[in-house]
């Protein structure tokens, strides 16, 4: 079983000569924010709209997986309803606005 632990380490955790790799990078601290962004970033991904690397790389708009991630953010809202600050309430509405909104216009061409 792993330990969970509360600390969250920061770039002073680490030497300073100590090259960034992979393995010690430090993360973004577990935050409502954070996981609300992180499936609007894949939802975006899904759809087309954001990718990394070159244009040969670019993969195909998935409409499914798009969804998907659509809905995984809505059953968080709707499960975290009431329990949240006005701030993390507008961000998770207005992320899902957006989404479902470009989501129309990235898909409208296809059919279900």
Known sequence: MIAMSDEVNTREDF?????MTED????PPPTFEFLTLSFKTQAEIHMGLLHFGEGPDKPKPNARMARHTIDMLAM????TKGNL???EQRLIDNSLTELRFRFVQAFSDQKP
Do not use: G, T, V
Not at 15 to 19: C, K, S
């Open 85 to 87: 600050s006005l701030e």
């Open 76 to 79: 968080l809202q709707h499960k």
């Open 24 to 27: 010690n990078m430090p993360l």
């Open 15 to 19: 030497a300073a000569d100590d090259p």
